[in-house]
């Protein structure tokens, strides 16, 4: 370290590397929402982050964030770029490794990308980084050359001095530059001056995906490496009565069979189909255990029980209640969500080589700090002992913020000594997911004579996620990602009721699912706003119209989707259009759907229209992309998918009993983005939370029918 | 022993008969472009071209395969349709987690090795093998169409 400062930034410091380069970090004050995670950790917030370095191999980011397809790594690269004066093709992008202390995400506080944080987590503190570094890269140069800092310009990684015609790479320049007082208030270039930031940038990650050539941690190949499989008890907390080893050691290229708890078995082979040829003749027998008599109707029947008991209060505003009792039109009603299962495409696996006195794990995950600490915890190695090599993903939607697979991993190769990838079958991640919680809502709302929202309850009942991932975010009772969405919504509300009973399903494993609360709440909300309109006679654009006076930003993009949708326009029988509206994940959003009953009374998806006011946009193809993509994967659920179980067990499998939306189902999608100076909002999320409302409220707008239940085409069948 | 050709090349390999072809290509050659997704031939991740066919390789057993030409997606670029299919995905940003695409593009090969100038609905028809959980589809319609023009 060479020197370092405090400023009323924050703290940085400049880092000379062994091979000569320049480490920049730099740490920032702590953002993020008062109902978020944040409080959790005070004294973790001023540690530092670093992420540019400079050495022979070039100029590298490293990203705090990870990969899982939504082009963070691009949208990163992009910030610094521009701050640094480079092409996007100048700058190479690395997996940060676990550290909390330099790469917390400072919004979930944790080194994890979840959320739809990204990008609002990195919009300054990146361009903050880079800034600082050109500063101190110019800086030095114009001292070698005994000039005004201020008379050289960079361009494109060179820095030149014209009028005495020198220039000098960034590379030439860094161990001097790193020799450099770091600048205490570094100025960040003015929106009208970026050159990177608002393109249509091309992905960096997107050529090795065409070609075959990337490597996902399920194409890790270390040398030494054995293939295992694993079954693990089909109902939570059994345990195996019987299996037969002599006819899985009997089947060629198997070479090792191990356990873990009694619940869980994999076998090791010299190729995947050694390892489940093996796994098969182990003919195994289970013991259910005290959750054999699991069934959803049994956690459906319980959650309707507890709901109709007080919650936590959330909101309490104006006697709600009272105002509803009293008022000329009042409806109320039930919604219910089911257990989802995340099935990205590429199935769990973890590679694990495990030696006396230190692991490596090849893994794609969303949380490497807690992949190095599970790890670390089984096999009883310190955590500095355990290097984790983070992986491209082949999606995640939030299956890999949890580290059960790397534990149990871990456990099941804590005694074997050569490296093994250990590959979860498509039915063993489909039936050991931590699911999407089951919810159970229930709702009411009072309208005035004049068909005017006057007053609203909401109670949600499910588990919460945030009690068990990150207990000091559930503070008093209150899971704010259980409510997200539900207490506060975008409209003009005097009287408004909200609390929250957190009911834990026996036996079922529940976590983050693409759009999380919101994906939950904004079905409910918005299905609920359209009934009040038909309640009271009103069009359900005009009804939310209304309601929005002291939200522009969320009439806007309302306005501009009914406007590209054409809304209001005859449709032939049979065909209707369904709104939702939100503002969530820092970004306002609306989409209307348009879809069609066959005469065999399937709904046929035309075609999804989204407005979108994101703030700014750092790649507007990126932000087209999330939404094509997370509308499809929210609509792909809303149809079909349900997570049921039966003696305990999950009923679905695989992609046949679990359907996901295919090419010949799938919606046209139209994106519209609103220009915006307003800080970044997150993406990731937002088409997914913006599918199921707008899906029920066409088909009520085709069909008369409102279902209350998912997944619809089921409901409607 | 079996000799099998893959991109033009032979490899001998001694493994199973009903060792799927998809593991073979993986675990033992090491060419791990092809994906394993499903295992039941419902999702498409691991779609080879056999004589320019899209098969399945986690249902392609290799007793199946005789002397077959077996295309997988790190060779799908020597062929003009494979080069052009994989132009066209990058040209309009296709891929998200990309897990899926080593499938699409060789099953979209297949569509045009066949198919000139496919329609939606022969596009539909080639393609709903081949399951995107990121929801590329509106993207993956529109390359195929570019790789076509």
């Not at chain 1, 929202?453 to 009772?477: D, E, M, Q």
């Not at chain 1, 969405?485 to 957190?502: G, K, M, Q």
């Not at chain 1, 032939?572 to 065999?600: C, M, N, W």
């Not at chain 2, 022993?1 to 009903?18: L, Q, S």
Request: aromatic share 6%; glycine share 8%; with cysteine.
């Amino acid at each position: 370290m060479i020197n370092n400062l405090h400023s009323r930034r924050g703290f940085l410091k400049g880092t000379v590397l062994a091979t000569g380069g320049l480490v920049l970090a730099v740490q920032l004050p702590r953002m993020g929402r008062a109902t978020g995670p944040a409080s959790s950790s005070e004294e973790a917030a001023f540690t530092p982050n670093a992420f540019v370095k400079i050495d022979e191999s070039g100029i590298t980011l490293i990203m705090p964030h990870t990969e899982v397809g939504q082009g963070i790594y691009t949208s990163s690269a992009m910030l610094m770029a521009e701050e640094l004066e480079l092409r996007l093709d100048q700058l190479k992008v690395e997996a940060a490794p676990p550290d909390l202390s330099k790469y917390m995400d400072p919004i979930l506080y944790d080194q994890a990308t979840g959320g739809s944080t990204s990008t609002r987590s990195d919009w300054m503190r990146l361009r903050q980084a880079a800034a600082t570094a050109r500063i101190m890269l110019v800086g030095a140069a114009a001292a070698r050359w005994r000039v005004d800092p201020a008379q050289c310009r960079v361009h494109e990684g060179t820095i030149y001095h014209d009028a005495s015609n020198q220039s000098s790479t960034y590379y030439d320049i860094a161990a001097e530059a790193a020799k450099l007082p770091v600048p205490a208030d570094v100025p960040l270039k003015d929106p009208s001056q970026f050159k990177v930031i608002g393109t249509r940038a091309k992905r960096l990650d997107t050529p090795g995906k065409v070609n075959g050539s990337v490597v996902y941690g399920m194409d890790i190949r270390v040398p030494g490496m054995k293939y295992a499989t694993l079954a693990i008890s089909p109902v939570t907390g059994g345990r195996f009565t019987k299996m037969d080893e002599a006819a899985a050691r009997a089947v060629k290229g198997v070479l090792d069979i191990v356990t873990a708890d009694n619940a869980a078995i994999a076998v090791i082979g010299e190729h995947m189909w050694a390892a489940k040829q093996g796994l098969d003749a182990l003919n195994i027998e289970w013991d259910a255990g005290e959750n054999g008599a699991v069934t959803v109707d049994t956690i459906v029947a319980k959650m309707d029980q507890v709901s109709q008991q007080p919650g936590v209060v959330i909101r309490d505003e104006n006697k709600a209640v009272d105002v509803i009792a009293n008022a000329p039109t009042k409806l109320s009603a039930i919604y219910r969500s089911p257990f989802l299962s995340h099935s990205p495409m590429e199935p769990l696996n973890c590679t694990l080589h495990i030696q006396n006195d230190r692991a490596e794990v090849w893994v794609g995950t969303q949380v490497p700090v807690r992949t190095q600490k599970a790890v670390a915890d089984i096999t009883g190695l310190p955590v500095e002992k355990v290097t984790v090599n983070n992986q491209l993903m082949g999606g995640a939607f939030g299956r890999r913020l949890d580290v059960d697979t790397i534990e149990l991993a871990a456990k099941l190769l804590k005694d074997i000594r050569y490296p093994v990838k250990l590959v979860w079958t498509r039915e063993q991640d489909m039936t050991h997911d931590y699911y999407r919680p089951y919810y159970y809502d229930r709702v009411a709302a009072g309208l005035d004579k004049d068909g005017r929202l006057i007053g609203r309850t909401h109670r949600v009942t499910g588990s919460s996620i945030f009690a068990r991932w990150a207990p000091a975010a559930f503070k008093n009772g209150i899971d704010p990602d259980a409510v997200d969405c539900a207490s506060e919504t975008p409209y003009d509300e005097e009287a408004v009721f909200a609390d929250y009973v957190r009911d834990e399903p026996a036996g079922v494993n529940t976590s983050w699912w693409r759009g999380v609360g919101a994906s939950h709440n904004l079905f409910v909300v918005e299905s609920f706003v359209d009934e009040m309109a038909t309640a009271t006679k009103q069009d359900p654009l005009e009804f939310r119209r209304k309601m929005l006076t002291k939200n522009p930003r969320a009439l806007a993009v309302l306005n501009l989707a009914a406007e590209k949708a054409g809304w209001g326009q005859a449709l032939p029988p049979g065909r209707g259009k369904g709104i939702s509206l939100q503002v969530a994940f820092g970004s306002y959003l609306a989409h209307i759907l348009e879809i069609e009953i066959t005469d065999e009374k399937e709904v046929r998806l035309l075609r999804s229209v989204i407005a979108v006011d994101c703030g700014v946009v750092i790649n507007p193809d990126t932000v087209v992309a999330q939404m094509e993509g997370g509308v499809i994967f929210g609509l792909s659920s809303a149809m079909f998918n349900q997570v049921t179980f039966t003696d305990g067990a999950v009923d679905q499998t695989n992609f046949d009993t679990y359907r996901v939306l295919r090419i010949n189902e799938a919606p046209k999608v139209e994106v519209y983005q609103i220009k915006s100076g307003e800080a970044p909002g997150g993406v990731g999320e937002a088409g997914t939370a913006a599918a199921a409302g707008a899906l029920a409220n066409a088909i009520f707008a085709a069909t008369g029918k409102r279902i209350r239940s998912l997944p619809l085409a089921e409901a409607l069948g | 022993m079996k000799t099998i050709t893959i991109n033009g090349k032979t490899h001998e390999v001694d493994v199973p008969d009903d060792m799927p072809l998809l593991w073979v290509l993986r675990d033992v050659l090491g060419m791990t472009g092809t994906k394993y997704g499903c295992g039941i031939a419902q999702c498409g991740a691991c779609t080879v071209l056999i004589d320019d066919m899209a098969v399945r390789s986690c249902q392609t057993t290799m007793d199946m395969i005789d002397a077959q030409q077996i295309t997988t997606i790190e060779g799908v670029g020597e062929t003009e349709n494979g080069r052009k299919v994989q132009t066209a995905w990058l040209e309009k940003e296709v891929v998200q987690c990309g897990y899926c695409q080593s499938g699409q593009i060789m099953s979209a090969t297949a569509l045009l090795n066949t198919n000139a100038k496919p329609t939606d609905s022969d596009i539909d028809e080639a393609m709903a093998g081949n399951i995107c959980r990121c929801g590329t589809y509106v993207r993956i319609r529109d390359a195929i169409h570019t790789a076509a023009a």
